[in-house]
């Protein structure tokens, strides 16, 4: 079982599901960004997903596409990224996954990528536009010692499901809702009966689900069909507000609260 993976297990069997916070990486700008990470990591956070910013990444609605434009504005980059991560690890124990579109990875190059992410300190990348079909392409030759973590969605089948769980590891990442990213209102049952489903194939790995979850409400009505759940719509957004790390901090102290299992 890989570290991710352990931190969540003893996360559950303590009595909580995991909470993943997503950040733009330089965002709200270069200076705060570890600021930032470090006030998530204090206000509940059991997991940072890091996301390198890109100027054409999938399914990122318009508040993740903001900050990462916010963010190229301020030529963050993958160095960038990977210098963030040290700097977070070498003052919080927390573990640390990067995210990031196949097109930048690419250009730096997949292999050293992955490499100079494991050094940084980070035990997983998500590379959500690399399919199932691509990945033993995309990865061939990769540093095997850090975790890849892939998506499910609402139209996976069940075969589908299986083999994303036997090729992940780290977590299983489910998408809640189909389109992009960002807050919502209310979710039909349709979604719960999907993510139950999910929930009962899912074997190997542990299942996170993320899209659309703002609220502490959201986590307790999602709760029991996962074992964590990923937020970041709702703590970017509040970014950006005036006192905007001490705002994302309530919100991540509440939905922390929210992810003990009653």
């Known amino acids: 079982m890989s570290k991710i993976a352990e931190h969540i297990e003893a996360l559950n069997k303590k009595g909580r599901k995991a909470l993943t916070i997503f950040l733009t990486a330089g965002y709200p700008n270069k200076n705060s960004f570890t600021d930032a990470a470090k006030a998530a990591v204090d206000s509940g956070a059991d997991i940072l997903e890091i996301g390198v910013p890109f100027g054409d990444s999938l399914a990122d609605g318009p508040v993740i596409q903001s900050s990462y434009y916010k963010a190229l504005e301020e030529n963050i980059n993958i160095k960038d990224v990977l210098k963030f991560v040290e700097e977070i690890k070498s003052e919080k124990n927390i573990s640390i996954v990067i995210m990031g579109s196949s097109n930048p990875i690419n250009n730096y190059g997949t292999k050293n990528f992955i490499n ?105 009505r999602f709760k029991n069909y996962c074992d964590g759940v990923i937020v970041g719509s709702a703590v970017v957004k509040l970014l950006n507000e005036k006192n905007g790390i001490e705002l994302s901090s309530k919100l991540i102290s509440e939905l922390s609260n929210a992810c003990l299992i009653e």
Do not use: H, W
């Not at 061939?140 to 499910?152: R, V, Y």
């Not at 499901?161 to 990442?173: A, P």
């Not at 990213?181 to 139950?196: Q, Y």
């Open 116 to 220: 100079d992410a494991k050094n940084s300190g980070a035990e997983g990348i998500i590379v959500p536009d690399v399919t199932l079909e691509e990945y033993d392409d995309f990865f061939a030759g990769t540093n095997k010692s850090i975790d890849k973590i892939l998506l499910t969605t609402p139209t996976s089948s069940e075969d589908r499901i299986r083999s994303i769980d036997k090729m992940s590891s780290g977590f299983v990442y489910c998408v809640s809702v189909l389109g992009t990213t960002g807050v919502r209102s209310k979710f039909d049952e349709t979604v719960i009966k999907n993510l139950a489903r999910t929930y009962s194939i899912v074997k190997k790995n542990k299942l996170q689900i993320g899209f659309g979850i703002s609220s502490g409400e959201d986590v307790r």
